[in-house]
């Protein structure tokens, strides 16, 4: 699911270089454990959930903080490579707006997902109760995805908010190109960054993985 289209991978990419950058050296992890207060960042895994909401849930709740250690990496460290990363990490994917509605989103539909995961690991789970728990998790998927964005919109602006940083999507560079004079105007209405987010990346994970769920419970029938 996490790979379910191109900006979902590119998310977790993110994820996954912030704690490359710090876990590649003791030196480093302690710049990020002098910043943080609590949740320690986690690698990602192809195959546990558990895995991924902790590695989602400590950037979401810290994502000041971890902005803050590594601008302090960058400005400990003389190799030109690691500084620009770090800073690279900090500005342009911590401090984009996209990037904390994509967080905020991700963080919801895991932890939906890893509750249900740990009910499926009982040794005493039945069929009955595995697919009830498949239901009440599409039932979860259709209301979010009907009524979610809203509030996850408000839970974005509040980090950015926290971190001073202006809650706005970033205009995307448009390649123009002369038009022949014959030819005819495209009348269709372009959509707003918010309104694309919405339905490119919000809307299509949330039906990606509302099949992925009625199929599984499907194989439990």
Known sequence: MANCCSKATSFFGVVQRIYTMFSSSTKRWKILLDHIPNLTLKSLSQTRWESRIESVKAIRFQTSQIR?????????????KIK???????????????????MTI????????????KHFQSKDMSIDVAIEQLKGLISFFKKYKEYGFENTIISAKEIATEMDIEPKFREKRIIRRKRQFDE??????LKTLEESFKSDYFLYILDHA?????TQRVNFK
């Open 68 to 80: 803050d250690a590594l601008f302090k990496l960058g400005e400990m460290n003389d190799e030109p």
């Open 184 to 189: 005819i105007i495209d009348k269709e209405v």
């Open 106 to 117: 991700w963080y919801e539909i895991l932890f939906a997902v890893n509750s249900v995961s």
């Open 84 to 102: 620009s990363e770090a800073e690279c990490l900090a500005t342009y994917e911590l401090e984009n707006f996209e990037f904390l509605l994509g």
């Open 210 to 214: 509302i099949t992925l769920f009625r």
